[in-house]
C-alpha cells in the first residue's frame, strides 16, 4: 500500500470576489447548506454531499494569498484537498522526497470529515493540493473563532462522509491486504 492512499476529493477552495453573493449562489442554484466559517481568516465552508465547497473572499485573510481578484487571467481557486486514507507523516514525507516533491508543515484542518490532519504539496502547474488526514478521534474545534451554522448538523453530515467515504475505503484497503 502506498504511503498516500488517496480515497475521495475532501474540498475544494474558490476564491470569490463577493462572499455574500457566493454563498447566496451555492446555497440557492446548488442547494449547498452553509456548515462552518472562520470570519477571522475569510473562510465559509458549504457542504455539499460528502464533501465541501470553502469560499474566501480575495480580501480576507486566505484570499489575499492567491493575489488579485478572480478573472480571466487570474487564480479562482485556491487549492483542492484529497482524502487520505491513512496518515503517516514520515512515511507520506518519504515518499513526496523519492518522487521529488517538496511538502509542507502537518496541520490540523478541518475537511468533509472533519477535523484532521494534512499538508500541502505544489503540482507541476503551481496548483496547491492538500493531503487531508482521516479525522482525529477528539473533533473538538480549536479554532478561535470558529462558528458553525449548525454544529449538529455538521456533526451529522460529517459522520455520514465517514461512514460513506472512509469506512468503504478501509474495508477495501483490509480486503486488498488479506487477499495478498
Given at each position: 500500500?502506498?504511503?498516500?492512499?488517496?480515497?475521495a476529493?475532501d474540498?475544494?477552495?474558490?476564491r470569490?470576489?463577493?462572499?455574500?453573493?457566493?454563498?447566496?449562489?451555492?446555497?440557492?442554484?446548488?442547494?449547498?447548506?452553509?456548515e462552518?466559517?472562520?470570519?477571522?481568516?475569510?473562510l465559509?465552508?458549504?457542504?455539499?454531499?460528502?464533501?465541501?465547497?470553502?469560499?474566501?473572499?480575495?480580501?480576507?485573510?486566505i484570499?489575499?494569498?492567491g493575489?488579485?481578484?478572480?478573472?480571466?487571467?487570474?487564480?479562482?481557486?485556491d487549492?483542492?484537498?484529497?482524502?487520505?486514507?491513512?496518515?503517516?507523516?514520515?512515511k507520506?514525507?518519504?515518499q513526496?522526497?523519492?518522487?521529488?516533491?517538496?511538502?509542507?508543515?502537518?496541520?490540523?484542518?478541518?475537511?468533509?470529515l472533519?477535523?484532521?490532519?494534512?499538508?500541502?504539496?505544489?503540482?507541476?502547474?503551481?496548483?496547491?493540493?492538500?493531503?487531508k488526514?482521516p479525522?482525529?478521534?477528539?473533533?473538538?474545534?480549536?479554532?478561535?473563532?470558529?462558528?458553525?451554522?449548525?454544529?449538529?448538523?455538521?456533526?451529522a453530515?460529517?459522520?455520514?462522509?465517514?461512514?460513506?467515504?472512509?469506512?468503504?475505503?478501509?474495508?477495501?484497503?483490509?480486503?486488498?491486504?488479506?487477499?495478498?
Open positions: 500500500m502506498s504511503a498516500i492512499d488517496v480515497i476529493l474540498h475544494v477552495v474558490l470569490v470576489k463577493d462572499v455574500k453573493a457566493s454563498l447566496d449562489w451555492y446555497k440557492r442554484v446548488l442547494g449547498c447548506a452553509e462552518r466559517m472562520v470570519p477571522e481568516f475569510g465559509y465552508q458549504l457542504r455539499v454531499g460528502p464533501i465541501l465547497i470553502d469560499l474566501v473572499p480575495v480580501d480576507g485573510v484570499g489575499k494569498m493575489g488579485g481578484a478572480p478573472g480571466k487571467k487570474k487564480r479562482n481557486m487549492h483542492f484537498a484529497v482524502q487520505l486514507l491513512n496518515f503517516d507523516e514520515k507520506i514525507r518519504a513526496l522526497k523519492r518522487r521529488g516533491v517538496k511538502s509542507g508543515d502537518v496541520d490540523r484542518r478541518y475537511g468533509s472533519g477535523h484532521g490532519p494534512s499538508m500541502y504539496v505544489i503540482d507541476p502547474d503551481g496548483n496547491t493540493v492538500e493531503l488526514g479525522p482525529d478521534p477528539d473533533q473538538t474545534e480549536n479554532v478561535p473563532g470558529a462558528k458553525y451554522k449548525s454544529l449538529k448538523r455538521a456533526e453530515a460529517a459522520a455520514v462522509a465517514r461512514s460513506t467515504v472512509l469506512a468503504p475505503a478501509r474495508r477495501r484497503a483490509r480486503s486488498t491486504a488479506k487477499a495478498k
